[in-house]
């Protein structure tokens, strides 16, 4: 992909055909056998700070049966149901429903409860697009990328408004209308709440690039966190609030970065990978102790193959080289670009989908610490898009008829 200043569209090749490559649709219903196809894992000897092990890879996963899967909403045709988000306590989940050209946000309890429908039009404007992050299209009430407040009771949001530009808003649960809390020619989105303070980061292209700016909600004071060639995307908080991880580069080669002092941003700034690989969506473990993040390193050095890797969160780990090559803990997955790898809540396991079409890309579990993957029951298809609530329960999404539909789960411990 040639470098341009279309920075947010700026994905590798190989990431945009693993993720279009799920959305063949299903041939079948949606029961089917379970997949019980070999599935490697780690690269290298053990490692002290991620736990991976060698030799994983010879043994056939284990297959979890779960105590229930069971769709979130009825199951229904003419609509898409994607990106489930969980709100900090697992009180509320949100997803993204898309019917024709609109896209909004649909908020229910666990049990699928609705509780509010986020759909944002203003009364008036058109301007044209120069920028668009990946997955947005110019749609009309295009809503998406929710981002839930420490207390569960409010939530940012971006939305075009129905005009075609995109900004952050900040809605209260069950409120009526929301706050506009960017108003730029530019594009504004993957915004992401502190857990602990009313401050948001996110990507802004009004630079040029796409640079990372801290939003302090109370003062409204805005902070460019980041500067420096290429874009710089999905900003993460560490879960004790004091660091941010995030992408950055552009032309299939992308790495890890953190800031590892938000009041101090570019003084702090390092990379945490290196390589020439393209390394995508860093996601925090739940203690804060590791980073998991998508590479398309592997030993055949094929660009389309994927793989999970997890890192010490504290830089420790090597940044390229062998040393990185054994941090990674599962081969051939689908990267769930949206959502990230998706932690449970013991920050040892990380549920991803197995890049397996004969078995309609099954859910897997890794246990960094013991080393091993094991198969999901779920009799679903074509499975995309995993989060985990703080109490254990997943969601995903998955095909039924050719429909993307929302699913919940649990494993047994």
């Known amino acids: 992909?040639?470098?341009?200043?279309?920075?947010?569209?700026?994905?590798?090749?190989?990431?945009?055909?693993?993720?279009?490559a799920t959305a063949v649709p299903a041939a079948e219903p949606i029961l089917v056998p379970a997949g019980t196809a070999s599935f490697p894992t780690a690269t290298g000897p053990s490692s002290a700070a991620t736990g991976t092990v060698a030799g994983a890879e010879e043994k056939k996963p284990e297959t979890l049966e779960p105590l229930f899967v069971r769709p979130l909403v009825a199951i229904e045709a003419g609509r898409n149901d994607s990106n489930p988000a969980w709100s900090p306590r697992g009180t509320f989940i949100a997803f993204e429903r898309s019917v024709g050209d609109k896209r909004e946000i649909r908020i229910t309890l666990q049990d699928g409860t609705p509780v509010q429908t986020v759909s944002h039009l203003l009364s008036s404007g058109g301007s044209e697009m120069k920028f668009l992050f990946p997955g947005v299209s110019e749609e009309t009430s295009f809503n998406s990328g929710i981002t839930w407040s420490p207390e569960e009771f409010r939530f940012v949001f971006m939305s075009n408004g129905g005009e075609g530009n995109y900004d952050?808003?900040?809605?209260?649960?069950?409120?009526?209308?929301?706050?506009?809390?960017?108003?730029?020619r530019e594009k504004d989105g993957q915004a992401h709440w502190s857990p602990t303070a009313d401050r948001v980061v996110f990507v802004s292209g009004r630079t040029g690039n796409g640079d990372v700016y801290l939003l302090d909600l109370a003062t409204r004071?805005?902070?460019?966190?980041?500067?420096?060639?290429?874009?710089?995307?999905?900003?993460?908080?560490?879960?004790?609030?004091?660091?941010?991880?995030?992408?950055?580069?552009?032309?299939?080669?992308?790495?890890?970065?953190?800031?590892?002092?938000?009041?101090?941003?570019?003084?702090?700034?390092?990379?945490?990978?290196?390589?020439?690989?393209?390394?995508?969506?860093?996601?925090?473990?739940?203690?804060?102790?590791?980073?998991?993040?998508?590479?398309?390193?592997?030993?055949?050095?094929?660009?389309?193959?994927?793989?999970?890797?997890?890192?010490?969160?504290?830089?420790?780990?090597?940044?390229?080289?062998?040393?990185?090559?054994?941090?990674?803990?599962?081969?051939?997955?689908?990267?769930?670009?949206?959502t990230g790898p998706a932690w449970m809540p013991d920050s040892n396991r990380i549920i991803f989908v197995k890049n397996d079409r004969l078995e309609y890309n099954p859910l897997y579990v890794a246990d960094i610490k013991q080393g091993t993957v094991a198969l999901i029951r779920t009799d679903t298809k074509m499975n995309h898009d995993v989060a985990c609530s703080t109490d254990g329960m997943f969601a995903f999404r998955a095909q039924v008829n050719q429909w993307d539909q929302i699913f919940l789960a649990r494993l047994k411990h």
């Open 1 to 20: 992909m040639k470098a341009g200043k279309l920075v947010f569209a700026n994905v590798s090749a190989a990431l945009l055909t693993a993720v279009l």
């Open 168 to 184: 952050i808003y900040v809605q209260d649960l069950g409120g009526l209308e929301p706050g506009r809390l960017t108003d730029h």
């Open 221 to 338: 004071a805005l902070t460019r966190m980041t500067q420096g060639g290429g874009a710089y995307l999905y900003p993460r908080w560490s879960p004790d609030g004091k660091k941010i991880v995030m992408m950055h580069g552009g032309n299939e080669n992308h790495d890890i970065v953190l800031i590892s002092d938000v009041a101090k941003p570019m003084d702090s700034r390092r990379p945490l990978t290196t390589w020439t690989y393209d390394d995508l969506r860093p996601i925090w473990s739940p203690d804060g102790r590791k980073i998991a993040f998508y590479s398309n390193y592997n030993a055949a050095g094929d660009p389309r193959v994927w793989s999970l890797v997890v890192i010490a969160a504290d830089g420790s780990d090597p940044t390229e080289g062998d040393g990185l090559a054994m941090r990674v803990v599962a081969k051939d997955i689908i990267p769930d670009v949206e």
